[in-house]
Protein backbone atom coordinates (compact mmCIF):
# COMPACT_ATOMS: atom_id res chain seq x y z
CA UNK A 1 0.00 0.00 0.00
CA UNK A 2 1.46 3.18 -1.11
CA UNK A 3 2.20 6.51 1.16
CA UNK A 4 2.52 9.61 -0.56
CA UNK A 5 6.09 11.16 0.06
CA UNK A 6 6.87 13.62 2.50
CA UNK A 7 6.17 16.60 -0.02
CA UNK A 8 5.97 19.93 1.25
CA UNK A 9 5.60 20.84 5.08
CA UNK A 10 3.83 24.14 6.14
CA UNK A 11 7.83 25.27 7.34
CA UNK A 12 8.85 24.77 4.48
CA UNK A 13 6.13 25.50 1.75
CA UNK A 14 5.90 29.26 0.55
CA UNK A 15 2.84 31.48 2.19
CA UNK A 16 0.18 31.43 -0.65
CA UNK A 17 0.50 27.35 -0.80
CA UNK A 18 0.08 27.58 3.36
CA UNK A 19 -2.83 29.85 3.13
CA UNK A 20 -4.70 28.04 0.33
CA UNK A 21 -3.92 24.59 2.30
CA UNK A 22 -5.39 26.42 5.29
CA UNK A 23 -8.70 27.57 3.48
CA UNK A 24 -9.46 24.14 1.95
CA UNK A 25 -8.53 22.70 5.51
CA UNK A 26 -10.84 25.48 7.38
CA UNK A 27 -13.88 24.72 5.17
CA UNK A 28 -13.40 20.81 5.53
CA UNK A 29 -13.40 21.28 9.10
CA UNK A 30 -16.31 24.13 9.53
CA UNK A 31 -18.48 22.73 6.99
CA UNK A 32 -18.41 26.26 5.32
CA UNK A 33 -17.24 26.70 1.42
CA UNK A 34 -14.79 28.70 0.73
CA UNK A 35 -13.71 31.45 -1.95
CA UNK A 36 -11.70 29.82 -4.90
CA UNK A 37 -7.98 29.70 -3.75
CA UNK A 38 -6.80 30.72 -7.46
CA UNK A 39 -6.68 34.24 -6.44
CA UNK A 40 -4.27 33.50 -3.41
CA UNK A 41 -1.63 32.97 -6.45
CA UNK A 42 0.25 35.12 -9.04
CA UNK A 43 -1.49 34.84 -12.50
CA UNK A 44 -0.48 31.73 -14.69
CA UNK A 45 -0.10 29.82 -11.29
CA UNK A 46 0.42 26.14 -12.48
CA UNK A 47 -0.06 22.67 -11.44
CA UNK A 48 2.60 21.75 -9.72
CA UNK A 49 1.80 25.09 -7.34
CA UNK A 50 -2.04 23.35 -6.93
CA UNK A 51 -0.12 20.08 -6.14
CA UNK A 52 1.82 21.46 -3.40
CA UNK A 53 -1.20 22.65 -1.67
CA UNK A 54 -2.91 19.52 -2.08
CA UNK A 55 0.27 17.68 -0.78
CA UNK A 56 0.40 19.78 2.23
CA UNK A 57 -3.45 18.82 3.83
CA UNK A 58 -2.51 15.09 2.99
CA UNK A 59 0.55 15.48 5.21
CA UNK A 60 -1.35 17.07 7.47
CA UNK A 61 -3.79 13.77 7.13
CA UNK A 62 -1.27 11.33 7.91
CA UNK A 63 0.23 13.07 10.85
CA UNK A 64 -2.80 13.35 12.01
CA UNK A 65 -3.60 9.04 12.10
CA UNK A 66 -5.20 9.24 8.58
CA UNK A 67 -4.60 6.64 6.49
CA UNK A 68 -3.69 6.61 2.59
CA UNK A 69 -5.81 3.37 0.72
CA UNK A 70 -5.37 4.19 -2.98
CA UNK A 71 -5.98 7.39 -5.27
CA UNK A 72 -8.48 8.84 -7.53
CA UNK A 73 -8.32 10.29 -11.36
CA UNK A 74 -10.48 12.98 -12.29
CA UNK A 75 -10.93 15.12 -15.04
CA UNK A 76 -11.25 11.84 -17.59
CA UNK A 77 -14.06 13.34 -19.31
CA UNK A 78 -13.03 15.06 -22.59
CA UNK A 79 -15.81 17.63 -22.44
CA UNK A 80 -15.35 18.52 -18.72
CA UNK A 81 -11.45 18.79 -19.92
CA UNK A 82 -12.86 21.56 -22.12
CA UNK A 83 -15.15 23.02 -19.90
CA UNK A 84 -11.74 23.85 -17.73
CA UNK A 85 -9.14 24.50 -20.63
CA UNK A 86 -6.93 21.81 -19.48
CA UNK A 87 -5.95 18.68 -21.62
CA UNK A 88 -4.92 15.52 -18.96
CA UNK A 89 -6.46 14.03 -15.83
CA UNK A 90 -5.93 14.80 -12.19
CA UNK A 91 -5.53 13.00 -9.04
CA UNK A 92 -6.22 12.93 -5.55
CA UNK A 93 -5.86 10.78 -2.23
CA UNK A 94 -8.41 8.46 -0.88
CA UNK A 95 -8.44 7.78 2.75
CA UNK A 96 -9.69 4.76 4.42
CA UNK A 97 -12.18 7.37 6.47
CA UNK A 98 -14.05 7.95 3.66
CA UNK A 99 -15.11 4.99 2.50
CA UNK A 100 -18.75 4.70 2.74
CA UNK A 101 -20.24 0.58 2.86
CA UNK A 102 -22.33 -0.63 -0.11
CA UNK A 103 -25.63 0.38 0.56
CA UNK A 104 -24.71 2.45 3.00
CA UNK A 105 -25.88 5.85 4.19
CA UNK A 106 -24.29 9.29 4.35
CA UNK A 107 -25.23 11.51 7.41
CA UNK A 108 -26.24 15.04 6.67
CA UNK A 109 -24.04 17.93 6.89
CA UNK A 110 -20.94 15.48 6.63
CA UNK A 111 -20.20 17.44 3.52
CA UNK A 112 -20.61 20.85 1.60
CA UNK A 113 -21.95 20.53 -1.96
CA UNK A 114 -21.89 16.67 -2.88
CA UNK A 115 -22.58 14.83 -6.55
CA UNK A 116 -22.62 11.56 -7.11
CA UNK A 117 -20.84 9.95 -10.41
CA UNK A 118 -20.46 6.29 -10.95
CA UNK A 119 -17.32 4.69 -12.04
CA UNK A 120 -14.95 1.97 -12.58
CA UNK A 121 -12.76 0.73 -9.07
CA UNK A 122 -9.38 -1.24 -9.35
CA UNK A 123 -7.04 -2.58 -6.99
CA UNK A 124 -3.75 -3.78 -7.49
CA UNK A 125 -2.22 -6.84 -6.32
CA UNK A 126 1.14 -5.92 -7.45
CA UNK A 127 3.46 -2.29 -7.85
CA UNK A 128 3.77 0.03 -10.74
CA UNK A 129 6.99 1.46 -10.20
CA UNK A 130 7.83 2.52 -13.62
CA UNK A 131 7.40 6.02 -15.35
CA UNK A 132 6.42 4.15 -18.49
CA UNK A 133 4.14 1.98 -17.42
CA UNK A 134 1.75 0.34 -20.02
CA UNK A 135 -1.45 -0.69 -20.23
CA UNK A 136 -0.01 -4.49 -20.52
CA UNK A 137 1.90 -3.54 -16.62
CA UNK A 138 -1.65 -2.52 -15.75
CA UNK A 139 -3.25 -6.00 -16.87
CA UNK A 140 -0.72 -7.60 -15.17
CA UNK A 141 -1.29 -5.47 -11.83
CA UNK A 142 -4.60 -5.38 -11.12
CA UNK A 143 -6.24 -7.73 -8.75
CA UNK A 144 -9.83 -7.15 -9.53
CA UNK A 145 -12.60 -4.03 -10.50
CA UNK A 146 -15.58 -3.54 -8.69
CA UNK A 147 -18.54 -0.57 -9.31
CA UNK A 148 -17.95 2.45 -7.48
CA UNK A 149 -19.47 5.31 -6.66
CA UNK A 150 -17.65 8.78 -5.86
CA UNK A 151 -19.51 11.32 -4.02
CA UNK A 152 -17.29 14.54 -5.02
CA UNK A 153 -17.45 17.73 -3.11
CA UNK A 154 -15.58 20.79 -3.29
CA UNK A 155 -14.51 22.92 -0.50
CA UNK A 156 -14.63 26.09 -2.44
CA UNK A 157 -18.03 28.08 -2.24
CA UNK A 158 -20.32 27.21 -5.56
CA UNK A 159 -18.35 24.57 -7.40
CA UNK A 160 -16.47 28.01 -9.08
CA UNK A 161 -13.78 26.12 -9.50
CA UNK A 162 -10.76 26.28 -11.97
CA UNK A 163 -8.11 23.27 -12.49
CA UNK A 164 -5.78 24.95 -10.40
CA UNK A 165 -8.76 25.17 -7.17
CA UNK A 166 -9.49 21.12 -7.82
CA UNK A 167 -6.21 20.00 -7.77
CA UNK A 168 -5.87 21.99 -4.45
CA UNK A 169 -8.71 20.70 -3.12
CA UNK A 170 -7.36 17.03 -3.52
CA UNK A 171 -9.46 16.50 -6.92
CA UNK A 172 -12.48 17.26 -5.05
CA UNK A 173 -12.25 14.02 -3.12
CA UNK A 174 -15.38 13.55 -0.79
CA UNK A 175 -16.16 9.99 -0.12
CA UNK A 176 -16.28 6.67 -1.79
CA UNK A 177 -18.65 3.57 -2.37
CA UNK A 178 -17.37 0.14 -3.54
CA UNK A 179 -19.04 -2.53 -4.60
CA UNK A 180 -18.50 -5.79 -2.88
CA UNK A 181 -17.48 -8.81 -5.49
CA UNK A 182 -14.19 -8.33 -6.93
CA UNK A 183 -14.49 -9.39 -10.32
CA UNK A 184 -11.34 -10.53 -12.40
CA UNK A 185 -9.82 -8.76 -15.56
CA UNK A 186 -10.19 -12.13 -17.28
CA UNK A 187 -14.02 -11.85 -17.06
CA UNK A 188 -14.82 -8.18 -18.35
CA UNK A 189 -13.91 -5.55 -20.86
CA UNK A 190 -13.42 -2.58 -19.01
CA UNK A 191 -13.94 -0.86 -22.53
CA UNK A 192 -17.10 -1.80 -23.49
CA UNK A 193 -19.10 -1.74 -20.13
CA UNK A 194 -22.29 0.31 -19.67
CA UNK A 195 -23.23 2.21 -16.74
CA UNK A 196 -27.08 3.14 -15.52
CA UNK A 197 -27.30 5.48 -12.48
CA UNK A 198 -30.49 6.48 -11.05
CA UNK A 199 -31.21 8.57 -8.38
CA UNK A 200 -34.83 7.61 -6.46
CA UNK A 201 -35.12 4.83 -9.23
CA UNK A 202 -34.82 7.74 -12.18
CA UNK A 203 -32.03 7.81 -14.48
CA UNK A 204 -29.40 10.32 -13.58
CA UNK A 205 -26.45 9.50 -15.37
CA UNK A 206 -25.55 6.84 -17.95
CA UNK A 207 -22.42 6.03 -20.14
CA UNK A 208 -19.77 3.21 -20.64
CA UNK A 209 -16.03 2.82 -20.03
CA UNK A 210 -14.81 4.01 -23.54
CA UNK A 211 -16.27 7.37 -21.95
CA UNK A 212 -13.14 7.41 -19.46
CA UNK A 213 -10.39 8.39 -21.56
CA UNK A 214 -11.36 5.38 -23.88
CA UNK A 215 -10.79 2.73 -21.42
CA UNK A 216 -10.69 2.86 -17.54
CA UNK A 217 -7.61 0.99 -18.22
CA UNK A 218 -6.41 4.10 -20.44
CA UNK A 219 -6.88 6.23 -17.20
CA UNK A 220 -5.02 3.86 -14.90
CA UNK A 221 -2.03 3.96 -16.98
CA UNK A 222 -2.04 7.80 -17.08
CA UNK A 223 -2.23 7.61 -12.92
CA UNK A 224 0.28 4.71 -12.94
CA UNK A 225 2.83 6.94 -14.79
CA UNK A 226 2.36 10.09 -13.07
CA UNK A 227 2.98 9.00 -9.76
CA UNK A 228 6.07 7.43 -10.78
CA UNK A 229 7.70 10.16 -12.03
CA UNK A 230 6.90 12.07 -8.85
CA UNK A 231 8.87 9.22 -6.99
CA UNK A 232 5.81 7.99 -5.07
CA UNK A 233 4.34 5.22 -7.34
CA UNK A 234 0.91 3.03 -6.79
CA UNK A 235 1.76 -0.06 -4.70
CA UNK A 236 -0.06 -3.07 -4.56
CA UNK A 237 -3.14 -3.22 -2.73
CA UNK A 238 -3.85 0.37 -3.66
CA UNK A 239 -7.31 1.18 -4.86
CA UNK A 240 -7.78 3.49 -7.85
CA UNK A 241 -10.72 5.07 -8.79
CA UNK A 242 -10.49 5.46 -12.40
CA UNK A 243 -13.19 8.46 -13.27
CA UNK A 244 -16.48 9.05 -13.96
CA UNK A 245 -18.13 7.09 -16.56
CA UNK A 246 -21.24 9.71 -16.96
CA UNK A 247 -22.31 13.14 -15.62
CA UNK A 248 -21.89 13.27 -12.29
CA UNK A 249 -25.57 14.45 -10.47
CA UNK A 250 -26.03 16.56 -7.05
CA UNK A 251 -27.13 15.09 -4.07
CA UNK A 252 -29.66 16.37 -1.71
CA UNK A 253 -30.59 15.35 1.96
CA UNK A 254 -33.05 12.12 1.28
CA UNK A 255 -31.35 10.62 -2.32
CA UNK A 256 -30.57 7.08 -2.83
CA UNK A 257 -28.38 6.69 -5.56
CA UNK A 258 -27.39 3.32 -7.37
CA UNK A 259 -25.19 2.59 -10.10
CA UNK A 260 -25.42 -0.75 -12.46
CA UNK A 261 -22.21 -2.13 -14.63
CA UNK A 262 -23.06 -4.23 -16.60
CA UNK A 263 -20.36 -7.32 -15.93
CA UNK A 264 -19.28 -5.51 -12.42
CA UNK A 265 -22.58 -5.86 -10.16
CA UNK A 266 -24.11 -2.11 -8.31
CA UNK A 267 -23.43 -0.11 -5.47
CA UNK A 268 -25.92 2.03 -4.11
CA UNK A 269 -25.58 5.00 -1.12
CA UNK A 270 -28.29 6.79 0.64
CA UNK A 271 -27.89 10.77 1.63
CA UNK A 272 -29.64 10.99 5.10
CA UNK A 273 -32.65 13.26 5.73
CA UNK A 274 -31.82 14.13 9.16
CA UNK A 275 -28.51 12.49 10.56
CA UNK A 276 -26.83 9.11 10.10
CA UNK A 277 -24.15 7.21 11.84
CA UNK A 278 -21.54 7.22 8.46
Not at 50 to 64: M, P, S
Request: hydrophobic share 45%; net charge negative.
Amino acid sequence: MSTPSDGVRPDAAPPAVVKAADLLAEAARTGTACPPVRDLFDAGADLETAYAVQQLNVRRGLDAGRRIVGRKIGLTSVAVQCQLGVDRPDFGALFADMAVPDGGEVSAGRLLQPKVEAEVAIVLGRDLPHPACTVVDVLRAVDFALPALEIVDSRVRGWDISLVDTVADNASCGLYVLGTTPVPLTDVDLRTVTMTMTRGGETVSEGTGADCLGSPLNAAVWLACALAERGDPLRAGDLVLTGALGPMAPAAPGDVFEARVCGLGSVRVAFAKDGGAL
